[in-house]
C-alpha cells in the first residue's frame, strides 16, 4: 500500500507541517493559492521554492474560485494559469490539480487535462482506490473528530457538538470501523489505516489544511499518526507519484 498526503491552499504553517512530514520520511503534495485564504499569512515564492525540494508543490487555481460557477473562460485561466504560476515559482513541472473547494464537474475536470496536468484531487472522502486520475479521492481529513474544533459560533457548537462523528456515521458504519474507533481523530486514523491496509488498498490518503491543525490543536495526533505509519511497511509516495503508479499498474 502507498501512504500520500496533501494540504491546501499554501498556508506559511506549511513550513513546519513539511518538517513534520521530513521527521517521518513522508511525502506531501502542497496545493498552493498565490491568493490570501481565510486571512492567514500565505507562504512566499521563496518559501514555496524551498518547499519544492522535498516534496511535491500542485496547482490550487489563482483565486480559489469554485469553478463550477465561473465561466469556461474564467475557469480555463485559473486553472492553466495556476499551473504556469507554479511551474514559475518553483521552476520544476507542475503535474497535479486540486479543485478549489472540492467542487468539478465534466466541463472542469476536462479543462484540467487540457492543461496538460496528469491527475487532480477531489475532495471524496473514505476512498482507499482511484478509477480517475483527475477526481482523485482521500481517505480521510485532519479535522476535529468526534467533537466540534471551536465554541464560535457559540450556538453552533450547542446544536450540533457531534456533527463530525454524525456526518460520517454512514461512511464509517460502510467501513466496518468499530465505536471505539470513533472516540478520538486518533483512534480513527489508526483504524482507518488498519482497514486499508488489512483490505489491499491502493493508498492511504491523509488531507489537510496547516493552519486548520494550529487553530484546532491538530499537531500532536497528526505527529502519533505518522509514527504510526512510519513503522508499518508501506512506500510514502507525492499525489503525482501516486498518480503515475496508478496509472502504470493499468496499463
Ligand atoms: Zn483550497
Request: glycine letters at 4%; hydrophobic letters at 40%; charged letters at 20%.
Amino acid at each position: 500500500m502507498l501512504f500520500t498526503t496533501s494540504w491546501d491552499d499554501g498556508y506559511a504553517l506549511d513550513l513546519k507541517l513539511a518538517s513534520l512530514l521530513d521527521r517521518y520520511r513522508c511525502k506531501g503534495t502542497f496545493y498552493v493559492c498565490p491568493a490570501l485564504q481565510n486571512s492567514r499569512q500565505m507562504l512566499s515564492e521563496e518559501e514555496i521554492r524551498a518547499l519544492a525540494v522535498r516534496h511535491e508543490i500542485g496547482a490550487h487555481s489563482l483565486t480559489h474560485p469554485k469553478l463550477t460557477l465561473v465561466s469556461q473562460d474564467a475557469a480555463r485561466r485559473e486553472i492553466s494559469g495556476s499551473k504556469e504560476w507554479v511551474e514559475r515559482v518553483t521552476g520544476r513541472p507542475c503535474t497535479m490539480f486540486c479543485y478549489p473547494k472540492g467542487r468539478w464537474n465534466d466541463s472542469v475536470r476536462a479543462l484540467v487535462q487540457e492543461a496538460g496536468f496528469l491527475g487532480a484531487r477531489s475532495t471524496q472522502a473514505w476512498k482507499f482506490s482511484a478509477t480517475d486520475p483527475f477526481t482523485l479521492p482521500m481517505s480521510m481529513q485532519v479535522m476535529p473528530f468526534p467533537v466540534r474544533g471551536s465554541f464560535r459560533p457559540l450556538w453552533k457548537f450547542l446544536l450540533d457538538p457531534f456533527c463530525a462523528f454524525r456526518i460520517h456515521w454512514s461512511a464509517l458504519n460502510a467501513l466496518g470501523i468499530p465505536l471505539i474507533a470513533r472516540s478520538s481523530w486518533l483512534r480513527l486514523a489508526i483504524a482507518c489505516f488498519e482497514h486499508a491496509k488489512n483490505s489491499d488498498a491502493q493508498f492511504f490518503h491523509l488531507y489537510g489544511h496547516s493552519h486548520e491543525l494550529e487553530r484546532f490543536h491538530l499537531w500532536e495526533p497528526l505527529e502519533a499518526f505518522l509514527a504510526y505509519v512510519a513503522q508499518s511497511n508501506v512506500r510514502c509516495v507525492t499525489n503525482g507519484e501516486l498518480v503515475e503508479e496508478l496509472r502504470e499498474k493499468r496499463a
